[in-house]
């Protein structure tokens, strides 16, 4: 029952947001952003997007070996895309990592060792943003971001890191609970991959570079619109924007997502519509790649390799 409803609350949050949204704008400015898209551009940004997934899947095949779990790249890279196709259908963004921790049991592996690999991957890169968050903040306005956000972001990652050490290890397997064993386990996997410093080191350098990427290929669709905005505000916003998608608030951050973009571009001088066009286009190019490359494996795993199977 508090399912249904939290998927109720969502749906009304996710629709009443847009209708608010689109009741604010033009819409013949908005189509007119469309009619005369750079089509060549939005190709280079298709392209841009298939390197991320790549790099996130080489992201994963690191982080494995430090559990000395060697699996073939190439079937991490179609867990990535089923899991990615996947996504847009469950109601967070994170929703296809239950897919990829899922298919690692094809390898009967600890499902510990499969999950923590999966939110090591998403740490990392959650990382990654809000760092270049931060950085692009002090770059832009040439000051320094609010303590309290600093003093968050210092003690989450203290957090990180003490709860992955040596002595915590030690000391939780003291307490006899159920969930002390579940978080024992994940902080043990942790606490391999922080001393491992090639899979660390290696999983921190493709996590800035895969958030990097992901601002320039916003910048890519803005000139392909026609927008005209300069690429550091787009480092300071685009990862904070993006961050608002996994807040369960909402059917996989849609509203929330183009309320955000709405806001931020509002503040920098653009208008409602320069914000919605952009907003619209990620998550169309999102829906196209995703179904045509992820969708196409989701489709042959279920119908032609189970046949093979039988």
């Known amino acids: ?11 009304i949050v996710s629709f009443g947001l847009l209708f608010y949204l689109f009741n604010q704008i ?22 841009a997007i298939l390197i991320q ?68 991957d998403r740490i990392s890169g959650l990382f990654a943003l809000v760092t270049i968050s931060i950085l692009s903040y002090a770059t832009f306005f040439k000051s320094i971001i609010s303590s309290n956000i600093l003093l968050l972001y210092i003690f989450a990652t203290l957090v990180f890191w003490i709860i992955s050490s040596d002595g915590i290890i030690k000391i939780l397997p003291r307490y006899k609970f159920k969930i002390i064993g579940f978080i024992t386990k994940i902080c043990s996997s942790f606490n391999k991959y922080r001393k491992d410093k090639s899979v660390l080191l290696k999983s921190l350098a493709i996590s800035f570079f895969f958030q990097s990427n992901i601002v320039l290929i916003n910048k890519l669709y803005c000139v392909a619109l026609g927008i005209d905005i300069d690429i550091r505000y787009l480092y300071m916003v685009i990862p904070i924007i993006y961050l608002t998608e996994a807040i369960p608030i909402s059917i996989n951050g849609l509203g929330v997502r183009d309320s955000a973009f709405v806001f931020f571009f509002l503040r920098a001088g653009y208008s409602s519509e320069d914000a919605l066009a952009l907003s619209i286009l990620v998550i169309t190019i999102r829906y196209i790649y995703a179904s045509t490359v992820g969708g196409t494996l989701f489709l042959k795993m279920v119908f032609f390799d189970k046949k093979s199977e039988n």
């Open 53 to 120: 997934v790549a790099l996130s899947a080489l992201k994963w095949k690191c982080i494995l070996t430090a559990e000395r779990i060697f699996i073939p790249y190439k079937f991490l890279l179609k867990s990535y895309l089923i899991g990615n196709f996947l996504s847009l259908f469950l109601p967070t963004s994170f929703g296809g990592d239950i897919y990829r921790v899922y298919s690692l049991g094809n390898f009967n592996l600890d499902s510990f060792q499969n999950a923590s690999s999966v939110l090591f």
């Open 1 to 11: 029952m508090k399912k249904k409803l939290l998927l109720v609350i969502k749906i």
């Open 26 to 47: 033009n819409f013949n400015l908005l189509l007119n952003k469309y009619r005369e898209i750079n089509l060549y551009l939005l190709l280079i940004a298709f392209v």
